[in-house]
């Protein structure tokens, strides 16, 4: 079993910074790409931003050039910095985790972390 825990969210006033952490932990062969998706009060869940392995990174345009995503694969940690946070960035971030597992055979199988609240407000 695979477990994603995140942390980091809070309330923040607009033009704050807010970072993210996200940390797998279980059993695994590795991780493939790793992300970050929010949902607001009535909305779809909606991509924030993702990385592969190697770093490579897609960033939905209304957060680009305010967030940063990482990542520290010796850590299996994925991290979300949020510079310039506006109140319609409001709402449950979830990390997302594409996993590679062995067993009998190789499979991938996205898990999904818990959510952490993001409130900008003043």
């Known amino acids: 079993q695979v477990q994603l825990v995140e942390s980091g969210g809070g309330l923040v006033q607009p033009g704050g910074s807010l970072r993210l952490s996200c940390a797998a932990s279980?059993?695994?062969?590795?991780?493939?790409?790793m992300g970050w998706y929010r949902q607001a009060p009535g909305k779809q869940r909606e991509l924030v931003a993702t990385a592969t392995r190697g770093g490579d990174a897609n960033y939905a345009d209304s957060v680009k050039g305010r967030f940063t995503i990482s990542r520290d694969n010796a850590k299996n940690t994925v991290y979300l910095q949020m510079n310039s946070l506006k109140p319609e960035d409001t709402a449950v971030y979830y990390c997302?985790?594409?996993?590679?597992?062995?067993?009998?055979?190789?499979?991938?199988?996205?898990?999904w972390g818990q959510g952490t609240q993001v409130t900008v407000s003043s």
């Open positions: 997302n985790a594409a996993v590679v597992q062995i067993t009998t055979d190789i499979s991938q199988k996205d898990y």
């Open positions: 279980g059993s695994f062969f590795l991780i493939n790409a």
